[in-house]
C-alpha cells in the first residue's frame, strides 16, 4: 500500500492586514483578515456599490409630444427618428430605457445621427401624428401594427419605415448591433432619396 507524505505543519503570522497560516515548507499562504480589515473591506464594498448611482444621473427621455414636427426637424436635419413604443409595467421595456435609450440620448453620435422619441401606449394624452392628426399612442402604435412592447421603429420624416423594427429585447450587444444597422439602413434611403430629389432653380 502506497503510503501519503505527512502533512506539513502550519506556522501562523500576525500582520498588518490579519494572521497568515502559511506552510513552514511554502510561500504559499492564506490570509485570515482582523475584524478591522473586515470593517475596511465592508466601507469599500458599501462605497463601490454606490459609485453608479451617483455617476449616472437619467435624463428624462424626450416623449413623442408632437411627431409631425420631430419628422420636420428629421427633415431639416437629414436623419431619421428613432421611435420607442413602451408601456407602463412593462419590464423589458424599463431594460430597453435603462440600458439603450439612456445611452443613446447623451451619446453624440445618437444625438446628432437621429431624433430620438418614446412612444408610451399606457398614456391617454393625445399625440400628432406624423400626418398632423391627434391620436391615442396606442392608436398610433396601431397603425403600425405593434402588438408587443418594448417596439422600436426607425422612421422617415413622414413616418415611414427606413430600417427593420426592434420588437422586444434579449442580448444587449446583439442589441445594439441590430439596431444601428436599421439606423444605417435609414440613412442611406434618406442620403439617396436626397440625391434623386430636383435641384430648385
Known amino acids: 500500500m502506497r503510503r501519503m507524505p505527512a502533512l506539513m505543519p502550519f506556522a501562523p503570522r500576525r500582520g498588518f492586514y490579519g494572521i497568515s497560516w502559511g506552510l513552514s515548507m511554502s510561500e504559499k499562504e492564506m490570509i485570515i483578515p482582523t475584524p478591522r480589515t473586515l470593517r475596511l473591506l465592508a466601507g469599500l464594498l458599501l462605497a ?10 437619467d435624463t428624462p427621455l424626450p416623449q413623442a409630444v408632437d411627431l409631425q414636427a420631430t419628422g ?5 436635419a437629414g436623419v431619421p427618428v428613432v421611435l420607442a413604443v413602451v408601456a407602463d409595467g412593462c419590464p423589458y421595456c424599463r431594460v430597453l430605457e435603462d440600458e439603450i435609450l439612456q445611452p443613446m440620448q447623451v451619446a453624440p453620435e445618437y444625438r446628432e445621427g437621429v431624433r ?13 401624428d406624423f400626418d398632423g392628426l391627434r391620436r391615442s399612442p396606442s392608436e398610433i402604435a396601431a397603425r403600425y401594427g405593434i402588438r408587443l412592447t418594448p417596439t422600436v421603429l426607425v422612421l422617415g ?10 420588437v422586444g429585447i434579449s442580448v444587449l450587444d446583439y442589441y445594439w448591433g441590430y439596431l444601428d444597422a436599421a439606423i444605417a439602413d435609414a440613412h442611406r434611403r434618406l ?11
Not at 420636420?72 to 431639416?76: L, T, V
Not at 420624416?157 to 426592434?166: A, K, S, T, V, W
Open 72 to 76: 420636420q426637424e428629421a427633415a431639416r
Open 116 to 128: 430620438l422619441r418614446v412612444l408610451n401606449i399606457s398614456s391617454s394624452r393625445a399625440v400628432r
Open 191 to 201: 442620403s439617396a432619396h436626397a440625391g434623386m430629389a430636383p435641384t430648385p432653380p
Open 157 to 166: 420624416p413622414n413616418g415611414e419605415e427606413l430600417g427593420e423594427r426592434q
Open 48 to 57: 463601490l456599490s454606490l459609485l453608479p448611482a451617483c455617476a449616472r444621473v
